[in-house]
C-alpha cells in the first residue's frame, strides 16, 4: 500500500499472496477465474488489460451536520439539492474495481468515516474515527493486495491542493510519468465537481461524474471526454426528473437522505460504464440516469459549448475537431457495438436509445432533452445566438421530440 506516494510496507492484514499474472484456470483457489471467464465468453478481447490501468476516485462530502448543510445549499445554488450524499458512492465504487483487479487506484478524500455512514455500504463502524481513505485502503488491499493503492487525504478545491490534485492524477497512471486513465467524480458539492471539471479538461483527461439526489431516489452518470462532450462548466448538468414537487422539499435544516440501494447502484453503474470504456466492450453512455420511483433509465449525449467559460475546454474542442474524421470515428464507435433497441427484447419501450448528441448549453436545451430528465439547475442567460442543435442522422429534432414523446411517461 502507497501513501501519497510514498511506498509503505505497514502491517496491513494480508487476506492472500500477491498473484503476479492473472489466471483463467477454473479452480476454487484462482480469484480471477469468473473475471478471465468474460473472455471464453466472448464479451471482452483481454480481461488482463485491466492490470494496466490506473483509475482516480475522487469522494468527499458535507460533513453530516444537517443545519451546516442547509447553509451550505442556500450560498451554493440549487444544483447542490439535486446531488448530495455521494460519498457512499465511492467507497462502492473503490471495492468493486479492487475485485476487478484493477491495476492501480488513487483514493481522494478528507472525511471521516462516521457512524452516521452506517445505512451505506463498505464502511463499518469499527472504523469510526479513521479517515476514509486509510480505512478504505486497509480493506482494499486486504481484498485484493495485486491492486496498487495510494491515498491523498486532503480537499481538492483549496488552491494548493488542487495543484497536488493536478500533479496526483498527471503522474498517476501505471507507468512513471504517465496520467491515470480515468478520474472518476462520486463528490456531493459544486465546487469538487469544477475542480475535478478544470483539471480534466487542462489536462485532456476522460472522467465520469456521478450523483445521488437528496431524497435519495434519483441518480445518473455523466461521461465527459474533453473537447468531444459537453463538460461541467459547458452546460448545467442533467439529473433525472423525480416527479416530485420541489417545493414541498425543505431546503433550510434539510438533512440529506440516502438508501445503500440507489448508491449501489449508481456505482454499479458507473463502475460498469468503466470497465467498458477501459476493456473495450460493448456501449459506454454518455449520461445516464436512474429514477428509482418507477426504474427509469434515460440515456443522453450533449455536445460541448462553443462558448464555454473554461478556456481548456475551448482548446480541446479545437482539438478535437481537427481529429481526422477516423480517429474521431473510432474513438466515439466501441468495437461490440450492441443492436439498437435491444431493449425491445421485452417488447418494453421507455428509453429512446438513440444517442443522438444534443449541443450543450442554448437555452434551448431544457426543451431538447430527453424526457425524464431536466437540467440541476437554470442555464445562465447567454447573450450570443444559441448554437444550433445537431442530429448525427436524417432524423430531425423535431421528429426525434414527437417520437420520444409518449415513449416514457412520467408517472
Ligand atoms: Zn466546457
Not at 479452480?27 to 485491466?50: C, F, H, T, W
Not at 512513471?176 to 479538461?201: H, K, W, Y
Not at 462553443?306 to 478535437?320: I, V
Not at 432533452?369 to 442522422?393: F, H, M, R, S
Request: aromatic share 8%.
Amino acid at each position: 500500500m502507497e501513501h501519497e506516494g510514498k511506498q509503505s510496507e505497514s502491517a496491513v492484514k494480508v487476506g492472500r499472496e500477491r498473484i503476479e499474472k492473472m489466471s483463467a484456470e477454473v479452480v476454487d483457489s484462482n480469484p480471477y477465474s469468473r473475471l478471465m471467464a468474460l473472455q471464453r465468453m466472448g464479451i471482452v478481447k483481454e480481461y488482463e488489460q485491466v492490470r494496466q490501468k490506473s483509475v482516480a476516485v475522487v469522494g468527499k462530502r458535507i460533513p453530516f451536520t444537517c443545519g451546516a448543510f442547509g447553509l451550505n445549499c442556500i450560498s451554493m445554488n440549487d444544483m447542490v439539492f439535486r446531488f448530495v450524499g455521494v460519498g457512499g458512492v465511492g467507497s462502492v465504487t473503490a471495492d468493486m474495481l479492487t475485485r476487478c483487479g484493477i491495476g492501480k487506484l488513487l483514493l481522494f478524500d478528507y472525511d471521516k468515516v462516521e457512524l452516521a455512514n452506517m445505512n451505506r455500504l463498505f464502511f463499518t463502524p469499527d472504523q469510526a474515527g479513521l479517515s476514509k481513505v486509510e480505512a478504505a485502503a486497509k480493506t482494499l488491499n486486504f481484498i485484493n493486495p495485486d491492486v496498487s493503492i495510494t491515498t491523498h487525504n486532503y480537499n481538492i478545491t483549496t488552491v494548493d491542493n488542487f495543484d497536488r490534485f493536478l500533479d496526483a492524477i498527471r503522474t498517476g497512471g501505471i507507468a512513471q510519468d504517465t496520467p491515470v486513465d480515468l478520474v472518476l467524480s462520486c463528490v456531493d458539492n459544486f465546487e469538487a465537481r469544477m475542480a475535478i471539471n478544470t483539471a480534466c479538461n487542462e489536462l485532456s483527461l476522460n472522467w465520469f461524474e456521478s450523483g445521488v439526489s437528496e431524497n435519495a431516489v434519483s441518480g445518473h452518470i455523466q461521461f465527459i471526454r474533453p473537447g468531444e462532450t459537453a463538460c461541467f462548466a459547458c452546460a448545467p448538468p442533467l439529473v433525472v426528473a423525480e416527479n416530485i414537487d420541489e417545493k414541498t422539499l425543505k431546503r433550510e435544516g434539510v438533512c440529506a437522505a440516502s438508501l445503500p440501494t440507489t448508491m449501489g447502484i449508481v456505482a454499479g453503474m458507473l463502475v460498469q460504464n468503466t470497465l467498458k470504456y477501459l476493456l473495450h466492450f460493448g456501449t459506454v453512455s454518455d449520461y445516464l440516469g436512474y429514477n428509482a420511483m418507477i426504474d427509469f433509465f434515460p440515456r443522453m449525449s450533449l455536445k460541448p459549448n462553443p462558448t464555454c467559460d473554461d478556456r481548456f475546454c475551448l482548446e480541446r474542442q479545437k482539438e478535437y475537431l481537427a481529429k481526422p474524421p477516423s480517429v474521431v470515428e473510432a474513438v466515439a464507435e466501441p468495437e461490440t457495438e450492441e443492436p439498437l433497441h435491444e431493449d425491445n427484447l421485452y417488447g418494453i419501450e421507455l428509453v429512446e436509445d438513440d444517442d443522438t448528441p444534443v449541443a450543450a448549453s442554448e437555452s434551448k436545451v431544457q426543451s431538447n432533452i430527453v424526457e425524464g430528465l431536466k437540467l440541476a439547475y437554470d442555464a445562465p442567460v447567454v447573450e450570443e445566438n444559441a448554437p444550433q442543435v445537431t442530429t448525427d442522422d436524417d432524423v430531425s429534432l423535431d421528429q426525434l421530440m414527437a417520437q420520444m414523446s409518449g415513449m416514457c411517461k412520467k408517472e
